[in-house]
């Protein structure tokens, strides 16, 4: 769901992009349909793509704030990217004066990377390329600034947005000049790109350690006792009381790290004179307390089942 149009030469290089993006929900075989007449130009528009995903069954979800380029360093990247079921899929151009490079990534591994030197380039799916392609062998004129090289992309980008909802009709424009010659363009890019996937890796890094904590708070969290038993006071020092975990609980901090295996002892905190050394302590009502007359106590602690 994406047109990307660079151009990549000895004045520099211009890219334009769309900022759509779709997602989709419903049926396998009912999608593949939809997406056949989607990229076959079959639905010219959002109105009838709407209309017809309702049709199939399938629930789909347009904007069109997506960020498909960006300057790294000297240089233009743009992005397309797919989703899979447990990578995603990104195929990128970077784009500088006097040479490119085009890197295509599953997650943060790179599975190929080849450079050019100069040209126009399209990423997109075939529909909206071949009417791109039409475009710009009608409209191209070599000797133009870079200037008119990006309002003409994106007069292309609009007239193509008007005939597939695969493209949006909002757009990004980038310019970048800087003096390199051929070789110097390659290195350039060579250690722009190496850093910016080094960047992924560790994004993506973090996102993992991210996800398996948010897995872990949710696990957590569905453990959290609201009522039972929770042990007994085995030791009382004024306010403060000593209780021995049953052989079902566990004491827990905010970070979900534990505190106290079953059978352990964790503090307490009780207002109460009456209390006494075996008295049980449990937890009614989401309301931690002891179990012969109720008496409210407090901890800093999350109490948990194994």
């Given at each position: ?11 520099g ?44 069954g ?16 000297n ?9 899979g079921t447990?990578e ?16 295509e ?12 030197k ?12 071949h ?6 062998s ?31 009709d909002?757009f ?12 110097e363009?390659?290195?350039?890019l ?10 992924l ?8 350690e991210?996800?398996?904590q948010?897995?872990?708070?949710i ?6 006792i609201?009522k ?21 609980t ?14 352990q ?10 209390v006494?050394i ?18 409210s ?9 194994l």
């Amino acid at each position: 769901m994406s047109l990307i149009i660079a151009y990549i030469g000895k004045k520099g290089c211009v890219m334009a992009a769309d900022k759509r993006k779709i997602g989709y929900f419903g049926d396998k075989e009912k999608l593949e349909t939809l997406e056949e007449e989607l990229y076959s130009g079959a639905i010219e528009n959002d109105d009838t793509f709407l209309k017809r995903a309702e049709e199939l069954g399938i629930s789909i979800k347009i904007t069109d704030d997506a960020s498909k380029l960006k300057v790294v360093g000297n240089s233009i990247r743009g992005e397309v990217s797919t989703k899979g079921t447990f990578e995603t899929k990104r195929r990128r151009i970077y784009g500088t004066t006097n040479g490119y490079q085009i890197v295509e990534l599953l997650g943060s591994e790179t599975k190929s990377r080849k450079a050019g030197k100069k040209g126009i380039i399209l990423f997109g799916n075939q529909y909206a390329k071949h009417l791109a392609e039409s475009l710009i062998s009608k409209k191209w004129k070599s000797s133009q600034s870079l200037r008119y090289m990006g309002e003409l992309f994106e007069g292309i980008l609009a007239e193509v947005a008007s005939k597939t909802p695969t493209v949006g009709d909002k757009f990004d424009v980038l310019i970048q000049q800087p003096n390199f010659t051929l070789t110097e363009a390659q290195n350039h890019l060579d250690r722009t790109i190496d850093n910016d996937i080094k960047v992924l890796t560790k994004f993506r890094q973090e996102l993992t350690e991210q996800l398996v904590q948010q897995s872990i708070a949710i696990d957590m969290a569905n453990k959290i006792i609201t009522k039972g038993d929770i042990g007994r006071v085995v030791d009382i020092d004024g306010n403060m009381l000593y209780v021995q975990l049953n052989d079902k609980t566990q004491a827990m901090d905010g970070n979900w790290k534990q505190l106290a295996a079953p059978g352990q002892n964790v503090l307490m905190f009780t207002e109460s004179d009456n209390v006494k050394i075996g008295d049980k302590v449990v937890i009614e009502n989401e309301d931690l307390c002891l179990k012969k007359d109720k008496s409210s106590l407090k901890c800093d602690i999350i109490l948990c089942s194994l």
